[in-house]
């Protein structure tokens, strides 16, 4: 009976974590290293918008999991989405730039032909574009001017993620 209040009442701050601060938890699952394992998106921290991200339309993307210092103490900026629909006239990130390296991560869903990206993206790195249509990982270094990026055209679902080695994003 208390192993059973005392889960609820974890489960009750976890639930009050979300709503009081606007950040999803990591999944806590009553263990030891529960905590490390975040199964839910997470907008930047309130009231700290990233400036060089415009709001995707609703259609285009699904956030699936985000994790920093906030949400996980000692963790760095990682965040993946999927992408299912192209707006080629639309810039989605802005020019910007960091104080930290950057890794970008896009993959398509293909079981065919998994290094096919399945659609077109275009990533500006350092004032040079470059057009993707393979599966790939992208390294910006710290302190090099990246984006706009832009999703030219989708032929079907393709997962994208961003990480750096910093305890949140800051763009």
Same mark, same amino acid.
């Given at each position: 009976m208390?192993? *059973?209040?005392? @889960?609820? $009442?974890?489960g009750l701050a976890v639930?009050?974590a979300?709503w009081?601060?606007g950040?999803?938890a990591p ?6 290293f529960?905590?490390y394992i975040? *199964?839910?998106p997470?907008? !930047?921290?309130?009231?700290e918008?990233a ?5 995707p ?5 699904t ?5 920093d210092?906030i @949400?996980?103490?000692?963790a760095?900026?990682? &965040? #993946? +989405?999927?992408l299912?629909k192209?707006? !080629?006239?639309?810039?989605?990130? %802005?020019e ?5 390296d &950057?890794?970008?991560?896009f993959y398509? *869903?293909?079981?065919e032909n998994?290094?096919d $990206? #399945?659609g &077109?993206i &275009?990533?500006?790195?350092?004032g040079e574009?470059?057009? $993707?249509t %393979? +599966? #790939? $990982?992208v390294f910006v270094p710290r302190?090099?001017k990246? #984006?706009?990026?832009?999703? %030219?055209r989708?032929d079907? !679902?393709?997962?994208?993620?961003t990480?750096?080695p910093s ?5």
């Amino acid at each position: 009976m208390r192993k *059973t209040a005392i @889960v609820a $009442l974890a489960g009750l701050a976890v639930v009050a974590a979300v709503w009081l601060t606007g950040r999803a938890a990591p999944q806590t699952l009553g263990t030891k290293f529960g905590k490390y394992i975040v *199964t839910e998106p997470a907008p !930047p921290t309130p009231g700290e918008p990233a400036g060089n991200v415009d709001a995707p339309p609703a259609d285009m993307l699904t956030p699936m999991t985000y994790l920093d210092g906030i @949400v996980v103490p000692g963790a760095y900026y990682t &965040e #993946c +989405s999927w992408l299912w629909k192209a707006y !080629p006239d639309r810039v989605w990130v %802005k020019e910007h730039v960091h104080d930290f390296d &950057e890794i970008f991560g896009f993959y398509g *869903t293909d079981p065919e032909n998994p290094k096919d $990206l #399945c659609g &077109e993206i &275009e990533l500006w790195i350092g004032g040079e574009r470059h057009t $993707l249509t %393979k +599966s #790939c $990982l992208v390294f910006v270094p710290r302190g090099v001017k990246h #984006c706009p990026l832009t999703i %030219k055209r989708l032929d079907r !679902p393709v997962f994208m993620f961003t990480s750096g080695p910093s305890p949140k994003y800051k763009g």
